[in-house]
């Protein structure tokens, strides 16, 4: 099991992404558009780096949803290759067989 600071950080991260995407969407339309003034695409851009770092997508960690595992996350089924041995090797995931050689 990860910290539950490390995850709880993470959910924080998530939670402020999804609240200011509209936001940082809007200032950097704006930083792009070559029609603005330059000085607007400026305070643009003086307004897009105050915001809060954390509330980048990029700062977001793909983590394990059972175990908060940060490292080896399955996208697909976001689950870490650990857990998803195990409820593959049990039969829990539809259409997913355990090979052993």
Same mark, same amino acid.
């Given at each position: 099991?990860? +910290?539950?600071?490390?995850?709880?950080? =993470?959910? $924080? /991260?998530?939670?402020?992404?999804?609240? +200011?995407?509209?936001? /940082?969407?809007? *200032?950097?339309?704006?930083? $792009?558009?070559?029609?603005?003034? %330059?000085?607007?695409?400026?305070?643009?851009?003086?307004?897009?780096?105050? @915001? %809060?770092? =954390?509330?980048? +997508?990029?700062?977001?960690? =793909?983590?394990?949803? *059972?175990? &908060?595992? %940060?490292?080896?996350?399955?996208?697909?089924?976001? *689950? &870490?290759?650990?857990?998803?041995?195990? *409820?593959?090797?049990?039969?829990?995931?539809? &259409? @997913?067989?355990?090979?052993?050689?």
């Amino acid at each position: 099991m990860a +910290k539950v600071s490390a995850v709880e950080r =993470n959910k $924080k /991260r998530v939670r402020m992404a999804k609240a +200011k995407q509209a936001k /940082r969407a809007e *200032l950097k339309a704006i930083i $792009k558009d070559r029609e603005v003034s %330059p000085e607007d695409r400026i305070q643009a851009v003086i307004k897009l780096a105050k @915001m %809060p770092r =954390n509330s980048t +997508k990029v700062r977001i960690m =793909n983590r394990c949803d *059972l175990t &908060g595992r %940060p490292h080896s996350v399955y996208r697909k089924f976001r *689950l &870490g290759r650990v857990v998803l041995r195990d *409820l593959a090797s049990q039969g829990q995931i539809p &259409g @997913m067989v355990k090979s052993s050689w």
